[in-house]
């Protein structure tokens, strides 16, 4: 059975959309992704920068795996190896940003689908 990408539009109980990769409320306005994969060109998460449809394509961004769903667990595993710091250089860090927060979050809506 092939992966449903549409598991990966992921909403808070308040409706901020959650970034797959590291949990960052408020992440897109909308869908990310359909039944067969990303959609190109919805956006960039201000924290972690994982752009769906790039960074977890491998035509596009070079990643090495052939799976889009592959490239997303490795660039969360990469985000939350490294400490789970702001790597997102262009947009402000909020002023109550908490990555401790954000991954209680991630782990209670994202790490289900991803594991
Ligand atoms: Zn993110």
């Known amino acids: 059975m092939s992966f449903d990408y549409r ?3 992921i909403q808070s109980k ?3 959309w959650l970034c797959p990769s590291c949990g960052f409320p408020g992440y ?3 869908l990310s992704f359909v039944e067969g994969g990303p ?3 919805t ?3 201000p924290c972690c ?3 769906p449809g790039f960074d977890d394509v491998a035509a596009a961004s070079g990643t090495p795996h052939s799976e889009p769903i592959d490239a997303l667990r490795a660039y969360s595993k990469e985000w939350f190896a490294g400490g789970m710091r702001w790597w997102g250089n262009l947009a402000p860090i909020p002023g109550d940003w908490s990555p401790e927060k954000q991954a ?3 782990k ?6 991803l594991k």
Not at 108 to 113: G, T
Request: aromatic share 12%.
């Open 7 to 9: 598991s990966l539009n």
């Open 14 to 16: 308040t409706g901020d």
């Open 28 to 30: 897109f306005r909308g």
């Open 39 to 41: 959609l190109i060109g």
């Open 43 to 45: 956006g960039i998460c």
């Open 49 to 51: 920068t994982y752009e």
């Open 104 to 106: 209680e979050g991630w």
């Open 108 to 113: 209670l809506h994202c790490k289900p689908i």
